[in-house]
Structure formats: C-alpha cells, structure tokens
T-cell receptor, first 113, second 112 residues
Framework: EAQVTQNPRYLITVTGKKLTVTCSQNMNHEYMSWYRQDPGLGLRQIYYSMNVEVTDKGDVPEGYKVSRKEKRNFPLILESPSPNQTSLYFC????????????FGSGTRLTVV | DAKTTQPNSMESNEEEPVHLPCNHSTISGTDYIHWYRQLPSQGPEYVIHGLTSNVNNRMASLAIAEDRKSSTLILHRATLRDAAVYYCILRDRDNYGQNFVFGPGTRLSVLP
C-alpha cells in the first residue's frame, strides 16, 4: 500500500532532550515536507526537500533540523525541544510534477514538558 | 504568494449535494488549484486538483470559473463521513516545493 509512515504516533518528552521523528514513504516521491498544526494557526510548513540532499526552510524552521540522505526517508530532528514545539506534526510527500497531490502521514503528536 | 479565501464553516444535510466555494483572485497562470480535506484526528487527504478545466474523480468534482479566480468543490451526495475541514490551496507548477500554504479551510458539518 502506498503510504507515508511516521513514527512515533505519540511522544511525550522533556525540555532539552534531543528527539527525532521519522518519516518514510514507499512511493519513490522526490518531494517531502514537514508541517506542524496548532489550534487557530492551521498547518504551517517547517522544512521541505526537493530531492536527496536538497532541503530548504519553510515558514517556521526555527528549532528544527532535517536531513534527506535517502529518497524514502526525511527525519525531523529537534536538537533541544522546548514547550512551544508541542504540536501535531505531519510529514507529506509527492511526485515532482504538479500532476500529483500530496500524500500525508497520520501525524505525530508531540508534547514537550 | 497567491492566497485563497473560503467560508469558515458550512452545513449540509446527509445525501444532499454540497458546494464548497473558494476565491483565488490573484491566481497566476501556473497555479494549480488543489483541494484537501482533514477528517478529525487524521492527516490531510488529497481530494482533487485542476488547472483550467472542470475535473471529476470518485470523491468529488471541481468546477473552475472561466477566469480562474474562483472554484467550487462539489460533493454530490454528502455522507456523515464527509464531515471534515476542506482546504483550497494553490500550488505553483514551477515552484512546487515552496509555500504550499494551508489556510483555515471550511469546516463542513453534515447533519443526519
């Protein structure tokens, strides 16, 4: 089944403890992206990647890192999480051309205490 | 960036058609019109997209105005499962990565 898989689905962590949220897609998509969703603010793009080793900042990149060493994987790294990064995170992927829509993962609910 | 405007909320009765409007008066020639929906506790789900011509798929139809400054997502027979937030988004064919902006969307309620 074609899908975007995020792990973990739920995570509670403490301030300052480094964490990684994984994202993997099995559709050979070139483009991948991370979003966060907060009440009243909607979905906001954190980082995106056009292809392997090509990444760029979205609208809210502060406090996050990403890497794209393989086409299928696009992990989101929080080096020193803070409570304002408590949010619902979504990974998405798509083919390179605009003939295709995004496929989203099921989300990761992160709580930083 | 081209932006879209949608009503905050709409209500429909089950098994009736629903027309969800979207205004995008600053759309450029290379912008595709995408629609997504987000069911409670799930990630956004692709619904349909188009450029100039009306489009149909198994989920919905997309009607695009001749001047492309507005579009309408049509659910032909609303079911309770269609209750969701619907997002109308413009995606630049030549800049597909950047600024794929989700606005507040339209929250659709379906009444039994």
């Amino acid at each position: 089944e074609a899908q975007v898989t995020q792990n973990p689905r739920y995570l509670i962590t403490v301030t300052g403890k480094k964490l990684t949220v994984t994202c993997s897609q099995n559709m050979n998509h070139e483009y991948m992206s991370w979003y966060r969703q907060d009440p009243g603010l909607g979905l906001r793009q954190i980082y995106y990647s056009m292809n392997v080793e090509v990444t760029d900042k979205g609208d809210v990149p502060e406090g996050y890192k990403v890497s794209r060493k393989e086409k299928r994987n696009f992990p989101l790294i929080l080096e020193s999480p803070s409570p304002n990064q408590t949010s619902l995170y979504f990974c998405a992927s798509s083919r390179r051309t605009d003939s295709y829509g995004y496929t989203f993962g099921s989300g990761t609910r992160l709580t930083v205490v | 960036d081209a932006k879209t405007t949608q009503p905050n909320s709409m209500e429909s009765n089950e098994e009736e058609p629903v027309h969800l409007p979207c205004n995008h008066s600053t759309i450029s020639g290379t912008d595709y019109i995408h629609w997504y929906r987000q069911l409670p506790s799930q990630g956004p789900e692709y619904v349909i997209h188009g450029l100039t011509s009306n489009v149909n798929n198994r989920m919905a139809s997309l009607a695009i105005a001749e001047d492309r400054k507005s579009s309408t997502l049509i659910l032909h027979r609303a079911t309770l499962r269609d209750a969701a937030v619907y997002y109308c988004i413009l995606r630049d064919r030549d800049n597909y990565g950047q600024n794929f902006v989700f606005g507040p969307g339209t929250r659709l309620s379906v009444l039994p």
